[in-house]
């Protein structure tokens, strides 16, 4: 079946350092790869996607690229701010078959943005 | 434009209670989904409705099902609660029911079981 693996976390930062988030994948075919943000008491946002392979999502500074070959989706942030203290979950979708329209999540990274 | 709406924001139940979750799509979004999201984990995918019928779903047991109505909104119903039940239940719409569309979330429902 498919699944997302994410590094193991939390991650703390202090403000404008460079933020990276691994994001591995097993899936069959061509899913397309999501990353979603939670902040605290809220639901999920979308930060951003991909749809195919070496297509590159980007969003409010961060960024992450499609790799078919090493099956990545890695979430990157030049210079990391306070308010991007939130929990962060990489995801995917494929469509077709018995995985339509359900999204699968990775356990999900809490970032943590010192002043 | 309202994005998707959940009630209740919090819910405290016991156990073997019954509860009804509710949600309303984003405008013009005609597929609800349901997720649980445990504390400290990644939503897991409970099902999907589509044109009022439950189109897929997740490995959750029987105790969990769902409804879709004509104007798109969904009910999630759990039976028979147990502790492990205790999670906060996010809906997600998305339009067409094309599986590659992106789903909005809403805030969610925060269900704790005692």
């Known amino acids: 079946g498919n699944s997302v693996t994410q590094m193991e976390g939390p991650v703390t930062l202090s403000e404008e350092a460079f933020l990276t988030i691994n994001c591995t994948y097993t899936a069959t075919g061509y899913p397309s790869l999501f990353w979603y943000v939670q902040y605290p008491g809220e639901g999920l946002q979308l930060l951003l996607k991909?749809?195919?392979?070496?297509d590159k999502g980007s969003n409010k500074g961060f960024e992450a690229t499609y790799r078919k070959e090493t099956t990545s989706f890695h979430l990157e942030k030049g210079s990391v701010q306070v308010s991007d203290s939130a929990v962060y979950f990489c995801a995917l979708i494929r469509g077709g078959g018995t995985s339509y329209g359900k999204l699968t999540f990775g356990q999900g990274t809490i970032l943590t943005v010192h002043p | 434009d309202a994005g998707v709406t959940q009630s209740p924001t919090h819910l405290i139940k016991t156990r073997g209670q019954q509860v009804t979750l509710r949600c309303s799509p984003k405008s013009g979004h005609d597929t609800v989904s349901w997720y649980q999201q445990a504390l400290g984990q990644g939503p897991q995918f409970i099902f999907q409705y589509y044109e009022e019928e439950e189109r897929q779903r997740g490995n959750f047991p029987d105790r969990f099902s769902g409804h879709q109505f004509p104007n798109y909104s969904s009910e999630l119903n759990v039976n028979a609660l147990l502790l492990g039940d205790s999670a906060l239940y996010l809906c997600?719409?998305?339009?067409?029911?094309?599986?590659?569309?992106?789903?909005?979330f809403g805030p969610g429902t925060r269900l704790t079981v005692l």
């Open positions: 991909a749809t195919k392979a070496d």
């Open positions: 997600a719409s998305s339009p067409s029911g094309r599986g590659y569309n992106e789903q909005f």
